[in-house]
């Protein structure tokens, strides 16, 4: 099998299983229990807690905490602030979110927040001017993510924190940094030092689903989002996941020791196979051309032709890929990335998102080129907008002026 879907999950590397197996064993403890040996589960997770907050650059105890995904963690973030900051009621996101925030978004807005949802370009990128003007006096938080999960476009979050500081800095900036952790720099004492809070998830960076993080910076007032008991500072009630903690911790280890090279890789995988499905497939663009983006991420969209079909076919094969983002793929609703990004109609739904990892090889690449040629001349034949005489695509296929 050729995956290459992990822009919605990742494997779990075989070091991070090993290293969260005795927790499942004999080390079994809940971390809250007196004795001895629950003492010692109670460390190992301080000791996770410590190592992934040195990694980003955290350094007030308390600060960061352990959630079940990055789901959980911006809604934690986000309602945990609506719920202490009363006195605002204005938001600001963009058009482009993950539906983890969208839809928190969109719910808050049908019960009387106001949201200013701004806008892209056709290249995905964030438009500064209006991301500006939407701030207002009554603005109580600002969401954006960091990398986009579809396009891989990545957004400038360093700058977007600075002016919403230099604006007013009591607006609060929560940064969704679910497809970027790992990959791209993120310092909360660095590049990151405007950022309020910062939402991750393990199974991005091959830990196991089901274990997340949220940074909180000190200071900032947000009440715990899970009721109950005192774990996490009394931040977020639940007995703490220990196993996935730990391999959520080993896991951003491995990815700090193996970065450059990971990157490095990824880039030259990922042009490789842009570069080579550009050239053996007529009327194909990429989305989010032009615009810094993962170096992991391919967003291809194949005009004339249903992405689903190609990824029937590619699934034939045995290559996994995805239509759009995990949650909406499987719906025939166009990608809303896509449409606030004014994909052409005829390229929308051809649109295809390959995403690599460090386990992707360049054998698989070529097998991805050999087959995929192959693959959009059989569905373009069935094609109704493709003149199989001419091999062209009818002049105008849908008929607009
Ligand atoms: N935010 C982004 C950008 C994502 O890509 C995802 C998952 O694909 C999420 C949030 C939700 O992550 P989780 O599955 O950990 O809840």
Known sequence: MIYLDNNATTSVSPEVLESMLPFFGEQYFNPSSMYEAAGFVRDVVERSRVLISEMLGITGLGELIFTSCATESVNAAIFGVIAANPQRRHIVTTAVEHPAVLEVCKLLERSGFEVSFVGVNERGELDINEF?????????????????????????????????????????????????????????????????????????????????????????????????????????????????????????????????????????????????????????????????????????????????????????????????????????????????????????????????????????????LKEFPTIVTNLRRLSPYWNQTNNKPRKNPIGEK
């Open 132 to 368: 500006v003007r939407s701030l207002r006096s009554d603005t109580l938080l600002v969401t954006v993510m960091h990398a986009n999960n579809e396009t891989g476009v990545i957004f400038p979050i360093e700058r977007l924190a600075r002016v919403v500081k230099e604006t007013d800095p009591s607006i609060l900036f929560l940064c969704d940094a679910t497809q970027s952790a790992t990959k791209l720099p993120i310092r909360v004492d660095g590049n990151f030092c405007d950022v309020d809070m910062v939402a991750f998830s393990g199974h991005k960076f091959h830990a196991p689903k089901g274990v997340g993080g949220l940074f909180i910076r000190r200071g900032v007032y947000c009440r715990p989002f899970l009721v109950g008991g005192h774990q996490e500072s009394g931040r977020r009630g639940g007995t703490e996941n220990v196993a996935f903690i730990v391999g959520m911790a080993r896991a951003m280890e491995i990815a700090a020791q193996t970065h450059e090279e990971d990157i490095v890789r990824l880039r030259y995988l990922r042009d490789k196979l842009e570069f080579g499905i550009l050239e053996r497939v007529p009327y194909v663009v990429i989305n989010g051309a032009g615009a810094e983006r993962m170096p992991n991420t391919l967003n291809v969209a194949v005009h004339f032709i249903e992405g689903e079909g190609i990824l029937y076919q590619l699934s034939d094969r045995g290559i996994c890929a995805s239509s759009g983002s995990a949650c909406t793929s499987g719906s025939l609703e166009p990608s809303h990335v896509l449409t606030a990004m004014k994909i052409p109609f005829t390229a929308i739904h051809g649109s295809l998102r390959l995403s690599l990892s460090r386990y992707t090889t360049e054998a698989e690449i070529d097998f991805v």
